[in-house]
């Protein structure tokens, strides 16, 4: 999907970033404080739309937004990376995988929640599942993939 950016600046005084898709669609991104913070997401989504890497924010599930992040982990040990890999795959992707990123509420992390005491799990690997879920949905905002939660907090790990 080949996707050109459009920046704006609202009556807020807040900096927007379009994404036009091949079809006239537009999807808004950002809220950036300043024009310049706005110009560089703006040449990021550019360049991910040449390359073929760009996924449309609003439609990026956390199955494939996991898919991306485990991609980019490089630094972990053999151990760390199938622990990791069971926990999303056992634990946390059947049960919110196909919930979109820029959807995920509260009542998604505590249905996860709910599933990961149906299966018996202690509360350290409850813990740990919640925070490797957390340090996901922070990159997403960062990266502009996620809403930033600014009218919600995300729960404690």
């Known amino acids: 999907m080949k996707a050109r950016a459009k920046i704006r600046r609202r009556p807020n005084g807040r900096w927007y970033v379009y994404a036009v898709e091949e079809d006239g669609s537009e999807t808004g991104q ?4 300043t024009q310049r913070e706005a ?3 703006a040449r990021s989504l550019e360049v991910d739309s040449s390359r073929g890497s760009y996924v449309d924010p609003s439609k990026m599930t956390v199955s494939q937004g996991y ?3 485990a991609a980019t982990r490089k630094n972990l040990s053999p151990n ?3 622990v990791e890999g069971v926990m999303w795959s056992s634990w946390i992707l059947p049960v919110i995988g196909n919930v979109r990123i820029q959807r995920f ?6 249905r996860l929640d709910d599933a990961l005491i149906a299966q018996g799990l202690t509360e350290k690997s409850r813990r740990n ?4 879920l957390q340090e996901r949905l922070r990159r997403a905002e960062r990266d502009r993939t996620h809403r930033a939660a600014h009218d919600r907090r995300l729960p404690q790990a």
């Open 67 to 69: 898919a991306e992040w």
């Open 80 to 82: 760390s990376r199938a």
């Open 30 to 33: 950002g809220g950036f404080r």
């Open 129 to 132: 599942a919640r925070a490797t």
């Open 105 to 110: 509420t509260q009542r998604d992390y505590e």
């Open 39 to 41: 110009k560089a997401a």
